[in-house]
């Protein structure tokens, strides 16, 4: 699996923020870049990644199929953890 450390889009690319705003789909893209690298790592596709609480929203309507696994006891600010549901390709 590919974890994701962190993403971010530009403040100028958020619709909250600048509307309309410069670029759209900058999350979305970045999301499919990792999922397009851990298949080339042959991790079938998977990744994982801790979201903040303002991304919540994003995540869960993402049509790539991530699960919200929910809040991660193991993570010092108790995000809520996503993965990808595996896959058999």
């Known amino acids: 699996m590919v974890y994701i450390r962190a993403l971010a889009t530009a403040p100028w690319n958020r619709p909250a923020i600048t509307n309309p705003p410069t670029y759209k789909g900058v999350g979305g893209n970045l999301i499919n870049f990792a999922i397009a690298r851990s298949e080339e790592l042959g991790y079938q596709g998977r990744i ?40 058999d390709r």
């Open 48 to 87: 994982g990644l801790h979201a903040l609480p303002g991304a919540l929203v994003f995540y869960r309507k993402l049509r790539v199929g991530l699960l919200d696994c929910g809040p991660d006891p193991e993570e010092p600010d108790n995000l809520n953890y996503f993965e990808t549901l595996r896959t």
